[in-house]
Nanobody, 113 residues
Framework: QVQLVESGGGLVQPGGSLRLSCAAS????????MAWYRQPPGKQRELVAT???????NYADSVKGRFTISRDNAKNTVYLQMNSLKPEDTAVYYC???????WGQGTQVIVSP
């Protein structure tokens, strides 16, 4: 059974930074691509960033140059470093293994003065 536990969210001012973590279990983490999604209030969930098992990354246009996805296979953990945060980044952030339907509980990020 795949389990995903996101953490690191919180309240931050515009221009600030946060680092999200997602600890995964119940899967062969090192061979799986991983993704971060987010769901802004009242909107649909959207893809933010992906990282392959070979560390190739891809980003939504809205976060390119500000967010960085990375992974630590020894810790079965994927990260999302978020810099230069904007109010429109406010959302619940989720991680998910690529190609699987498992979701964690998410972690709330609020960007507000």
């Amino acid at each position: 059974q795949v389990q995903l536990v996101e953490s690191g969210g919180g309240l931050v001012q515009p221009g600030g930074s946060l680092r999200l973590s997602c600890a995964a279990s119940g899967l062969l983490f090192s061979i799986n691509g991983m993704a971060w999604y987010r769901q802004p209030p009242g909107k649909q969930r959207e893809l933010v960033a992906t990282i392959t098992n070979g560390d190739r990354t891809n980003y939504a246009d809205s976060v390119k140059g500000r967010f960085t996805i990375s992974r630590d296979n020894a810790k079965n953990t994927v990260y999302l470093q978020m810099n230069s945060l904007k109010p429109e980044d406010t959302a619940v952030y989720y991680c998910k293994p690529v190609g699987m339907s498992s979701w964690g509980q998410g972690t709330q990020v609020i960007v507000s003065p």
